[in-house]
């Protein structure tokens, strides 16, 4: 028998020899390896030993990305059947949702790992996109249970933010504050045509609110409201989690005189057509009041478009006394008139005896006198007229309006349609109101709303004559006195109108606009009264200029 200790020893031996042979193939493999730059993962790869991620942790991170996916949705109540606690998750996510209101979301979990527990940890980013803040950050993580073969996300305040505790909730608060519409007098402006509204996110959706949106809202191209921690029963803004250097707003201040807003607002009520009514300071064209029926939407009383009918005899006449007509001149008012086989007519037909004259016929709105005595507004004579009144130019009033259109005539029949204010007439209830002003104060003075954002004034390219305006005073004052504007008989201030019935529409008998147009003889006031689909202008618009006129007394 051989000696043991003799062959172990020439057994290592050998052992030890192929070690040797094997030993430089194994080094220059390593060598590659780690110059490659793989390092020790590289090394495990190529050897077939990679790490594995733990499954546990791979199913709860997909479980949490589920309820991150739902959240961010504005799927609460997906979201909470997630969780461990339902109904506190989602009426929790549902008021930060609510309250900032962004118009996008991006949750997405990151690594996990699990802690000595069994749960898994994972944390998360969240990147919510706030219209009044901007992109809002940061970083939280969840804790996930292992619960009846499925991961469950254990929900709790700080889960949602890190500095969250139960009662508070995430929201904004507005750091640059609006600033108000304001009337003359510096006070809230009073006034629902004009005063527009302001939705959730503090933007302005139509009227002056909307317009002005920019200046009131502030900030300068910041953000204009800050994330905040709140007190869910209260509100109350308690920390900032995020910072704004926005500047407040700046008010804008109109011409609307409150006591003649409140007098026209007044006067609309109890009314069951859309209308409008409009006042102005015929001095300096300040609009005092502006009142449109029903408030929202097109403000009927800036920017409406209509024919003006019959209050724009009050243009056809200043043509005619250019013409050399005087209100003293006798002239024909007969049921009936044609031009070309087109029949004209007056209102009910109605006729005035011989011996009337052009102040009777003004006064008591005759449309077939006009319609004869239409050469004498022939040609460019009804444009240019038009002109002297500032209509045909471009209004800066601060507000969007309509500023009229009184185009050449192209034919007989035109023009006789045109005198009337029918045809391709129309005119805003702005512009009559104008119309009246301009007679009042001799000279067209453009309205202005918003005097602060008017840059350039429009000015007449025509003037009138005092003689015109003087005979239009005469004849403005007795549609009062015994004309068709007797609905204003009595009324103090000594007002000065003309009635309008505009006929529109393809219908038989036509539909017709209520117009009235006036001004105060004794005071610095010109107005206008249309009433849409309204009737007469004597009978229906005259009963409303009649309350607009008795509340301010």
């Not at 959240?71 to 609510?98: F, I, N, Q, Y």
């Not at 254990?154 to 890190?162: A, K, L, T």
């Not at 003689?467 to 006195?481: F, H, I, K």
């Not at 107005?527 to 009649?546: I, K, Q």
Request: neutral net charge; charged residues 20%.
């Amino acid at each position: 028998m051989s000696d043991p200790t003799l062959q172990q020893m020439a057994r290592h031996d050998r052992v030890r020899r192929r070690g040797a042979r094997r030993g430089p193939l194994l080094g220059v493999a390593m060598a590659v390896v780690l110059a490659s730059g793989a390092g020790w993962w590289g090394y495990n790869a190529w050897s077939g030993d990679g790490p594995e991620r733990d499954p546990d942790v791979v199913a709860a991170t997909e479980q949490l990305q589920s309820f991150l996916d739902a959240w961010a949705a504005g799927e609460a109540a997906k979201a909470g059947a997630l969780s461990d606690s339902p109904r506190t998750a989602e009426s929790l996510l549902t008021s930060v949702m609510t309250n900032l209101k962004p118009t996008g979301a991006k949750l997405t979990a990151g690594d996990g790992k699990k802690d000595d527990q069994g749960k898994v940890v994972i944390p998360y980013t969240a990147r919510f996109t706030v219209p009044a803040v901007g992109e809002f950050r940061y970083e939280s993580e969840a804790a996930l249970t292992g619960k009846a073969g499925k991961w469950v996300v254990e929900f709790g305040s700080p889960m949602v933010h890190p500095r969250l505790v139960p009662g508070k909730t995430l929201a904004l608060k507005a750091v640059a504050k609006r600033a108000a519409v304001l009337d003359a007098n510096g006070d809230d402006l009073q006034a629902a045509s004009l005063r527009g509204s302001v939705d959730e996110q503090g933007k302005g959706t139509f009227g002056l609110e909307a317009r002005y949106d920019k200046q009131l809202r502030g900030g300068g191209g910041a953000a204009t409201s800050e994330v905040v921690i709140a007190d869910r029963q209260s509100g109350e803004a308690e920390a900032s989690l995020t910072k704004s250097s926005a500047k407040p707003g700046t008010p804008v201040r109109t011409t609307i005189h409150p006591k003649v807003q409140g007098a026209a607002a007044a006067a609309m009520e109890g009314l069951e057509v859309n209308a409008a009514l409009i006042a102005l300071e015929p001095s300096t064209g300040n609009v005092l009041a502006v009142s449109s029926r029903p408030a929202g939407g097109i403000n009927r009383a800036l920017a409406g478009r209509y024919p003006p009918g019959s209050t724009f005899k009050v243009v056809t006449a200043a043509a005619m006394l250019k013409a050399g007509m005087k209100p003293s001149d006798v002239v024909a008012c007969p049921k009936f008139t044609r031009v070309d086989g087109q029949r004209f007519e007056n209102q009910n037909q109605f006729t005035l005896p011989a011996g009337s004259t052009f102040k009777d016929s003004f006064a008591k709105s005759c449309n077939t006198m006009f319609v004869e005595n239409r050469a004498k507004a022939g040609g460019s004579a009804l444009h240019d007229t038009a002109e002297a009144f500032g209509i045909g130019g471009e209004w800066d009033v601060g507000d969007v309006t309509y500023d009229g259109s009184v185009p050449v005539t192209t034919s007989d029949n035109d023009l006789a349609a045109s005198t009337i204010g029918q045809a391709r007439v129309q005119a805003s209830p702005l512009v009559m109101a104008s119309i009246a002003a301009t007679v009042k104060e001799g000279t067209f003075k453009q309205p202005v709303l918003v005097p602060g954002a008017v840059k350039k004034k429009h000015e007449a390219t025509a003037r009138l004559d005092p003689s015109v305006t003087g005979a239009l005073r005469e004849m403005m004052r007795a549609t009062v006195t015994y004309g068709a504007g007797s609905a204003l008989t009595g009324i103090p201030g000594e007002p000065h109108a003309k009635t309008g019935t505009a006929e529109f529409g393809e219908e038989k008998p036509p539909r017709t606009h209520a117009w009235m147009i006036g001004y105060q003889g004794d005071s610095d006031l010109a107005w206008c009264v249309m009433l849409e689909d309204g009737g007469s202008g004597g009978a229906d618009a005259g009963p409303v200029a009649a309350r607009f006129l008795k509340n301010l007394t």
